[in-house]
C-alpha cells in the first residue's frame, strides 16, 4: 500500500483546512486508516483513526476535526476546523490493521507527510 497525503497549507488561527491521503494498492477498505502529526522538536503523536466500525480521536482534536473514509475513492480526510497555532505540524496519514486504533504499531503503511502551519 503506498499513501500520497495532500492537502495542508497556511491558514489563520480560527479556519479550516481538509487533508487528503489516497491509497493505491489492494485492501483499502480492510485497513484501519489514521491521522499522526509531528511539530518540530516533537514526537509524532496520534490525531484521529477510522476502521470499518469506529473512529477514535485525541482528546486535543475533539470536537473541532473529523475523520472520514471513502472506500470507492482509497481515500481518507481529515477535516480540521477552529485550527489553533498548536496545531502546526507535518500530518501524516498511515494504514494499518489491529487494535487500538490510537497505537503508532499498528500501522505498517506511512504516507510521505503533508504541513499544516497555522498563523496567530
Known amino acids: 500500500v503506498q499513501l500520497q497525503a495532500s492537502g495542508g497549507g497556511l491558514v489563520q488561527a480560527g479556519g479550516s483546512l481538509r487533508l487528503s491521503c489516497v491509497a493505491s494498492g489492494r485492501g483499502f477498505s480492510a485497513y484501519a486508516m489514521a491521522w499522526f502529526r509531528q511539530a518540530p522538536g516533537k514526537e509524532r503523536e496520534f490525531v484521529a483513526a477510522i476502521s470499518w466500525t469506529s473512529s477514535s480521536y485525541a482528546d486535543s482534536v475533539k470536537g473541532r476535526f473529523t475523520i472520514s473514509r471513502d472506500n470507492f475513492k482509497n481515500t481518507v480526510y481529515l477535516q480540521m476546523n477552529s485550527l489553533k497555532p498548536e496545531d502546526t505540524a507535518v500530518y501524516y496519514c498511515?494504514?494499518?490493521?489491529?487494535?487500538?486504533?490510537?497505537?503508532?504499531?499498528?500501522?505498517?503503511?506511512w504516507g510521505q507527510g503533508t504541513l499544516v502551519t497555522v498563523s496567530s
Open positions: 498511515a494504514a494499518g490493521t489491529g487494535r487500538p486504533l490510537g497505537s503508532r504499531s499498528i500501522y505498517d503503511y
